[in-house]
């Protein structure tokens, strides 16, 4: 048990300038990877909700009414933004097709293939946001609060060489108070890493599944299908075969 005089509250009053700026350092460190912690993790719940979403994009009469469901159940998703980005440049290829301008001798291949892939570049680095500070974090926190631990360990020495008494009840009293750095620093560190491998993992679940999406959608916006169901345990997840949907919005001549 902490007595008065060792302890949290003891190390701060008899800490000098520098273990003050390493411990409210390693604070806003802490307060920083919680924050992103908690932003991130309410979007992965939300994120559950977007395999439905496709497939109800999927299911949808045209090509309107599939964008109007994803809007409504996957709003603002990478799956949204995708299959909007697609449709624009399907448009587009619709308008300039016979226009003897250079935008109307685009390959329709290579200009979706393009559209597609611009839309999963800033999906990516939007899934990717946050997790350098917690990399960093993780990664720098034991560091900083080993840091912390010398110099408390070196000016704790400096104090009893003054003194002059050097028994062990002397000793023990100041340099464990300034190994509560080290700890300090492992646990604003592992919550970060643990996170950090999480939303990794989340991520590169998700883009594979965003990649599986842009294919159908290439395929569709190209041919007017989807791509056709693959032998049982060959199909990567929602490539089964569908019927051909009008590749016009609704009510587009």
Same mark, same amino acid.
């Given at each position: 048990?902490?007595t008065d005089?060792?302890?949290?509250s ?5 800490s000098? #300038?520098?273990?003050?700026l390493v411990? #409210?350092l ?6 920083? !990877?919680w =924050?992103?912690i908690?932003i $991130?993790a309410?979007?992965?719940l ?5 395999d439905?979403a +496709?497939?109800g ?6 090509l309107?009414?599939g964008?109007s469901?994803l809007s409504?159940?996957?709003?603002g !998703? @990478?799956?949204e ?17 016979? +226009? ?7 390959d329709?291949d ?8 611009? !839309?999963?570049?800033? /999906? &990516?680095?939007?899934?990717?946001? %946050? ?5 960093s974090?993780? !990664? &720098? ?10 110099w408390g360990?070196y000016?704790?020495l400096?104090g009893? /060489?003054?003194s002059?008494?050097?028994t062990l009840?002397k000793?023990a %009293?100041?340099?464990g108070e300034?190994?509560?750095m080290?700890?300090?620093? *492992?646990?604003?560190?592992? @919550?970060a890493?643990?996170? =950090?491998n999480a939303?990794? $993992?989340?991520?590169? *679940?998700e883009?594979?599944e965003?990649d599986?999406f842009a ?5 569709w916006?190209?041919t007017? &299908? $989807?791509?056709? /169901?693959? @032998?049982?345990?060959?199909? @990567?997840?929602g490539?089964?075969a569908?019927a051909p #949907?009008n590749? $016009?919005s609704a009510g587009?001549?």
């Amino acid at each position: 048990m902490l007595t008065d005089n060792f302890g949290l509250s003891h190390l701060w009053g008899q800490s000098d #300038l520098v273990i003050k700026l390493v411990a #409210l350092l390693l604070v806003t460190m802490s307060v920083a !990877s919680w =924050y992103l912690i908690a932003i $991130r993790a309410a979007r992965q719940l939300r994120a559950r909700r977007f395999d439905n979403a +496709v497939e109800g994009f999927w299911n949808a009469a045209n090509l309107d009414d599939g964008l109007s469901q994803l809007s409504r159940t996957a709003a603002g !998703s @990478p799956f949204e933004a995708l299959a909007r980005q697609g449709a624009a440049a399907a448009e587009h290829l619709r308008r300039h097709t016979h +226009v003897e301008t250079l935008g109307g001798k685009l390959d329709a291949d290579e200009f979706v293939t393009r559209a597609l892939r611009k !839309s999963i570049a800033l /999906s &990516t680095a939007q899934l990717e946001s %946050g997790l350098t500070v917690l990399a960093s974090i993780g !990664s &720098t926190a034991p560091f900083v609060g080993l840091f912390g631990t010398v110099w408390g360990i070196y000016h704790a020495l400096i104090g009893i /060489s003054t003194s002059g008494a050097a028994t062990l009840d002397k000793v023990a %009293g100041p340099v464990g108070e300034a190994l509560i750095m080290t700890a300090f620093g *492992l646990f604003v560190a592992i @919550p970060a890493v643990l996170a =950090y491998n999480a939303f990794t $993992r989340a991520n590169r *679940l998700e883009l594979s599944e965003l990649d599986a999406f842009a294919h159908d959608l290439h395929a569709w916006f190209t041919t007017g &299908t $989807r791509l056709a /169901s693959a @032998p049982a345990g060959d199909a @990567p997840r929602g490539t089964t075969a569908s019927a051909p #949907l009008n590749l $016009r919005s609704a009510g587009a001549a």
